[in-house]
């Protein structure tokens, strides 16, 4: 207990520095309990002296760490034009949208002509395209910005806990001035890591590869945001986040997995779960909210280990104290509250779980069978859900109303796709085919977590907006410690739990004959993965998916044999892969053909992760070259990987069996257009037939190339149109749609576009035909046998047969 009060009394300290303007004032109250000390017992009297030292010694510590902006400091340099800085990039650069974050360490600046040394963290913003990693030393010139204030979102108080202080958009010029000036052995966790994420991204497609990188790499940048919010709404965001949450339901889950398999009686089950606890935090980057997790871990295991789970709380607590008087900051950083507050759940409340449901199963403490594994995981999920539950609602608003049975659905397959996961990105790294073959296993885990979470976040009342303050978090802990203080003193069994024995007493014995989970468990991975096959096989129709990728164009095209052609793939953040990904089987990891209409980045930006991904085996695009960061990484990817290139011609037919074919009517041969609509006007211009069922893909053509195939010999009129650049009054005039003469329109374009696409003049000329847009209908799928034509929407899941 006087280790619990002097922590205690540290961290309250830190939290008084804060508010307390000058700490002669804090000195002057802490002197005068000290003498009110006095009359007190001796040990009683120590005790309170110590804790008034160190609540001194917290106020004193946070006093001493309060920012300065002078000049020595980056931050004084904030909004003050621009400025060269020499800094080291000091962590795995991630992945934002199009963009790359350089969390970049500064050391000088230049200064009126002169270098000078600086210290402070600015957060850097360079193209996604950009090669930089951990230990770069750069020298970047740009302009220093203050954070901003983000809606009911202090960024800057957020980044200010992390110590940086600055921000800088696309530098106007950065040179790499040496590389490997980081820690050797994080240089070489961060290498690993990246190299078993693209291990992942080789085997598994889309959106299961982003979900195992995120839980197995703690890369969770490219996770869909449709995937993202449902985590969200079905309270299982900490499967997916790096924080302290997510690596105590591991180390938990994990620690009662290895006792189910080795039970107590030797140290293995210590052993494993504590290189298990470590293993994850090296494998997420060593990052600081895992790092601060995995050592307050590593004391509860092995407080679990010598048989005091309880004597945890105060070496949780001094831990909490030491990394608080190293980094005062962290104390208000949610990452570390929730690292804490989910590890006291782990020892205060999963105990009395634990116990409670093995009583009701009538299962011993010393019994190893699925029943004891799977309570102890339940226990251990609950126990860190009511612990942090307040503070999630606090900081994000929102309460999950299926938090709890989202959790159990989920949470026994955590410890398969972590096993399988890294199993498939260590193989990867030395047998590409063999892993991908593994990932198979894998994919079967991650795909079950995606559609359990989709199910429950699709429920009306999944999820409930609520804010709450500061008191009632507060009110909250105070109502559960007292819970705790009476539930650990009044009578243990009741008659509720003596019925439930009674009717439950078979199962120990049915779970007693386990040896068969070494047989069932491959056998149901099988049965599985042929009834997947079996549900994803092709049928004797033809697909086209006009994709949902935002304001871009992305379309696939399955054909009855097999076939998978790309026409375009939308912007780099468009979320291509993950569409892919929804629509493949698992084991499709090839593309028969990429189309490139034209190099513009709403249209190619996709297609450059495809062809990192995904087998291409050849690639169809125009003669009009573009100087741009994509088109030239577009271009090096097809050398690098020897990808037969086509150009496209006017007149080309390219056949894609079963009597479907894909005639290419433009491209850019007759090089129409001005300087800023060239691109555009000479995009590829095909058309897709499959018997009586056409579809014209127009990409982004402007008019004066609509009036130009007016003129051609080539068959215009079409069952559907794919509307020209996206709905633009620059396209689709009348003369033209009166030759094509659609029964369906598709237009695709992002939702709330800054373009003002589509023009209400081009939705005016189309409302006699059947019209779909992406930013409403979602991804548009159509499918013809070459008789009939059949229309069905993501978003409203209606099937139409125009």
Same mark, same amino acid.
């Given at each position: 207990m006087k280790l619990i009060f002097l922590s205690l009394c540290w961290i309250t300290g830190i939290c008084l520095g804060t508010w307390v303007g000058s700490p002669w004032v804090a000195i002057?109250?802490?002197?005068?309990?000290?003498?009110?000390?006095?009359?007190?017992?001796?040990?009683?009297?120590?005790?309170l002296c110590l804790c008034l030292i160190s609540l001194l010694g917290g106020i004193l510590r946070i006093q001493s760490t309060l920012p300065t902006a002078d000049k020595d400091t980056l931050q004084y340099y904030n909004d003050k034009g621009t400025v060269t800085i020499k800094g080291l990039v000091a962590a795995d650069p991630e992945t934002s949208g199009a963009s790359l974050t350089l969390h970049l360490e500064a050391r000088e600046i230049e200064s009126e002509g002169t270098w000078q040394k600086t210290s402070g963290a600015v957060l850097v913003y360079v193209p996604q395209s950009s090669s930089y990693k951990y230990g770069d030393l750069l020298q970047v010139e740009g302009k220093l910005k203050t954070p901003p204030q983000l809606g009911d979102f202090d960024w800057r108080e957020y980044l200010a806990r992390k110590g940086i202080h600055s921000l800088m958009n696309y530098p106007e010029q950065i040179e790499l001035l040496s590389k490997g000036q980081g820690f050797k052995p994080l240089e070489w966790v961060y290498g690993l890591r990246n190299r078993m994420s693209q291990a992942l991204d080789s085997a598994l497609p889309e959106p299961q590869s982003s979900l195992a990188q995120a839980i197995l790499l703690g890369k969770r940048s490219s996770i869909p945001d449709n995937l993202n919010v449902s985590?969200?709404?079905?309270?299982?965001?900490?499967?997916?986040?790096?924080?302290?949450?997510?690596?105590?339901?591991?180390?938990?889950i994990v620690l009662s997995l290895t006792v189910w398999l080795f039970g107590r009686r030797r140290p293995t089950y210590f052993w494993l779960a504590l290189v298990a606890v470590w293993g994850y935090a090296v494998l997420t980057g060593l990052q600081a909210p895992v790092l601060r997790a995995a050592i307050m871990g590593s004391l509860w295991l092995f407080a679990d280990y010598i048989?005091?789970?309880?004597?945890?709380?105060?070496?949780?607590?001094?831990?909490?104290?030491?990394?608080?008087?190293?980094?005062?900051?962290?104390?208000?950083?949610?990452?570390?509250? @929730?690292?804490?507050?989910?590890?006291?759940?782990?020892?205060?409340?999963?105990?009395?779980?634990?116990?409670?449901?093995?009583?009701?199963?009538?299962?011993?403490?010393?019994?190893?069978?699925?029943?004891?594994?799977?309570?102890?995981?339940?226990?251990?999920?609950?126990?860190?859900?009511?612990?942090?539950?307040?503070?999630?609602?606090?900081?994000?608003?929102?309460?999950?109303?299926?938090a709890l049975p989202a959790n159990l659905f989920i949470i026994a397959v955590v410890p398969a796709i972590m096993v399988t996961g890294a199993i498939v990105a260590i193989i990867g790294l030395f047998a590409a085919p063999l892993a991908w073959v593994l990932g198979w296993v894998a994919w079967l885990f991650l795909s079950y977590m995606i559609w359990v979470v989709g199910?429950?976040?699709?429920?009306?009342?999944?999820?409930?907006?609520?804010?709450?303050?500061?008191?009632?978090?507060?009110?909250?802990?105070?109502?559960?410690?007292?819970?705790?203080?009476?539930?650990?003193?009044?009578?243990?069994?009741?008659?509720?739990?003596?019925?439930?024995?009674?009717?439950?007493?078979?199962?120990?014995?049915?779970?007693?004959?386990?040896?068969?989970?070494?047989?069932?468990?491959?056998?149901?991975?099988?049965?599985?993965?042929?009834w997947v096959a079996a549900a994803n096989a092709h049928d004797s129709r033809l697909h086209v998916f006009f994709l949902d990728v935002g304001q871009g164009d992305a379309i696939l095209i399955e054909t009855p044999s097999g076939q998978n052609i790309l026409i375009d793939g939308g912007s780099a953040d468009g979320g291509l892969a993950a569409c892919l990904g929804e629509r493949f089987s698992f084991w499709e990891r090839s593309i028969d053909l990429v189309v490139s209409t034209h190099p513009h980045e709403d249209h190619m930006g996709g297609l450059v992760e495809v062809l990192k991904e995904y087998e291409v085996k050849q690639v169809l695009e125009s003669t009009v070259e573009y100087d741009s960061p994509v088109y030239q990484e577009w271009r090096s990817l097809i050398e690098e990987k020897k990808i037969k290139s086509i150009t496209a011609h006017s007149g080309q037919?390219?056949?894609?069996?079963?009597?479907?074919?894909?005639?290419?009517?433009?491209?850019?041969?007759?090089?129409?257009?001005?300087?800023?609509?060239?691109?555009?006007?000479?995009?590829?211009?095909?058309?897709?037939?499959?018997?009586?069922?056409?579809? @014209?893909?127009?990409?982004?053509?402007?008019?004066?190339?609509?009036?130009? @195939?007016?003129?051609?010999?080539?068959?215009?009129?079409?069952?559907?149109?794919?509307v020209a650049h996206h709905g633009s009054d620059s396209s689709s005039c009348a003369e033209f749609l009166a030759v094509v003469k659609p029964q369906v329109a598709i237009i695709s374009v992002g939702a709330d576009n800054t373009f003002g696409h589509p023009s209400?003049?081009?939705?005016?000329? @189309?409302?006699?035909?059947?019209?779909?847009?992406?930013?409403?209908?979602?991804?548009?799928?159509?499918?013809?046998?070459?008789?009939?034509?059949?229309v069905k929407t993501e978003r409203f899941s209606n099937t139409q047969k125009p």
């Open positions: 002057s109250a802490i002197v005068l309990a000290a003498l009110l000390a006095f009359p007190l017992h001796r040990s009683q009297a120590l005790l985590f969200f709404r079905t309270g299982t965001t900490h499967i997916i986040a790096i924080s302290g949450l997510n690596l105590s339901i591991v180390a938990g048989g005091r789970p309880r004597s945890a709380l105060p070496a949780l607590l001094l831990a909490a104290a030491v990394m608080i008087g190293i980094r005062p900051s962290i104390l208000g950083d949610v990452s570390f509250q @929730l690292s804490f507050a989910s590890m006291a759940g782990l020892i205060m409340l999963t105990p009395y779980f634990q116990s409670w449901g093995r009583k009701v199963l009538g299962i011993s403490d010393e019994a190893r069978t699925a029943g004891t594994f799977v309570i102890d995981s339940l226990s251990i999920t609950l126990g860190a859900i009511i612990a942090t539950l307040p503070i999630i609602v606090f900081y994000f608003h929102q309460i999950s109303l299926v199910f429950f976040s699709d429920l009306p009342f999944a999820s409930k907006e609520m804010g709450i303050g500061a008191y009632f978090v507060w009110g909250y802990y105070a109502v559960l410690g007292a819970v705790l203080w009476t539930v650990s003193n009044r009578a243990k069994v009741g008659t509720v739990i003596s019925r439930a024995r009674r009717h439950l007493s078979a199962v120990p014995e049915l779970t007693r004959r386990i040896p068969a989970k070494f047989i069932i468990f491959p056998l149901v991975i099988v049965v599985a993965l042929v037919h390219i056949e894609l069996g079963e009597g479907i074919r894909l005639d290419v009517l433009y491209a850019g041969e007759a090089s129409l257009g001005d300087t800023a609509s060239a691109l555009d006007c000479n995009s590829i211009v095909s058309r897709l037939v499959c018997g009586n069922v056409s579809i @014209l893909l127009t990409a982004d053509i402007f008019g004066e190339t609509e009036k130009y @195939l007016l003129n051609t010999r080539f068959e215009l009129s079409s069952t559907v149109l794919k209400p003049d081009v939705v005016s000329r @189309l409302s006699s035909t059947h019209l779909y847009r992406t930013d409403q209908q979602g991804t548009v799928e159509l499918i013809t046998d070459g008789k009939r034509l059949w």
